[in-house]
T-cell receptor, first 115, second 116 residues
Framework: EAQVTQNPRYLITVTGKKLTVTCSQNMNHEYMSWYRQDPGLGLRQIYYSMNVEVTDKGDVPEGYKVSRKEKRNFPLILESPSPNQTSLYFC??????????????FGPGTRLTVL | GENVEQHPSTLSVQEGDSAVIKCTYSDSASNYFPWYKQELGKRPQLIIDIRSNVGEKKDQRIAVTLNKTAKHFSLHITETQPEDSAVYFCAATSNAGGTSYGKLTFGQGTILTVHP
């Protein structure tokens, strides 16, 4: 089954404790991206990757890191989480066909609470 | 960078009525405009998209229109049904090269409620 998976789905942690949220897709998509969703603010892009070893900042990258060592995986790293990073996080992926972006497929989401 | 404004934030209609959600964008280089639907507790899913080389696109009860001169695009849902109740997000991105390539900016979302 074609899908985007994220782990964990729910996480409660404390300020300053490093954490990683994993994202994996089995559709051979070139493009992957991370978003956070907060009430009234919609979805805001954190980081994206056009292909392996190619990553770039979205609109809200502060406090986050990513890596793209393999095509299928795009982990999101919070090295020192703070309460303002409490949010619902989505990973997404899509094909890049002839340079054009296409439909993004979203993962199920990770609800993170930082105390 | 790109800025996308979406209105209204909430929309309540009776079953069978039409619903219209409007978005404006700021970056004239944007040329791909997807719409996503997110049901309660679920992930966003694409419902329709439009590229800047067309002015309108339809898919059954859903249509999107684009006015590049005015930099706004709209989602139209006809003959609404209770299962259309969800949060709808517009988005804009540039498929051209340059520094904005790869970025996708979403609107703030519209909560649509369709009353039976």
């Amino acid at each position: 089954e074609a899908q985007v998976t994220q782990n964990p789905r729910y996480l409660i942690t404390v300020t300053g404790k490093k954490l990683t949220v994993t994202c994996s897709q089995n559709m051979n998509h070139e493009y992957m991206s991370w978003y956070r969703q907060d009430p009234g603010l919609g979805l805001r892009q954190i980081y994206y990757s056009m292909n392996v070893e190619v990553t770039d900042k979205g609109d809200v990258p502060e406090g986050y890191k990513v890596s793209r060592k393999e095509k299928r995986n795009f982990p999101l790293i919070l090295e020192s989480p703070s309460p303002n990073q409490t949010s619902l996080y989505f990973c997404a992926s899509s094909f890049v066909w002839e340079g054009l972006r296409n439909e993004q497929f979203f993962g199920p989401g990770t609800r993170l609470t930082v105390l | 960078g790109e800025n996308v404004e979406q209105h209204p934030s909430t929309l309540s209609v009776q079953e069978g009525d039409s619903a219209v959600i409007k978005c404006t964008y700021s970056d004239s280089a944007s040329n791909y405009f997807p719409w996503y639907k997110q049901e309660l507790g679920k992930r966003p899913q694409l419902i329709i998209d439009i590229r800047s080389n067309v002015g309108e696109k339809k898919d059954q009860r859903i249509a999107v229109t684009l006015n590049k001169t005015a930099k706004h695009f709209s989602l139209h849902i006809t003959e609404t049904q209770p299962e259309d109740s969800a949060v709808y997000f517009c988005a804009a991105t540039s498929n051209a090269g340059g520094t904005s390539y790869g970025k996708l900016t979403f609107g703030q979302g519209t909560i649509l409620t369709v009353h039976p």
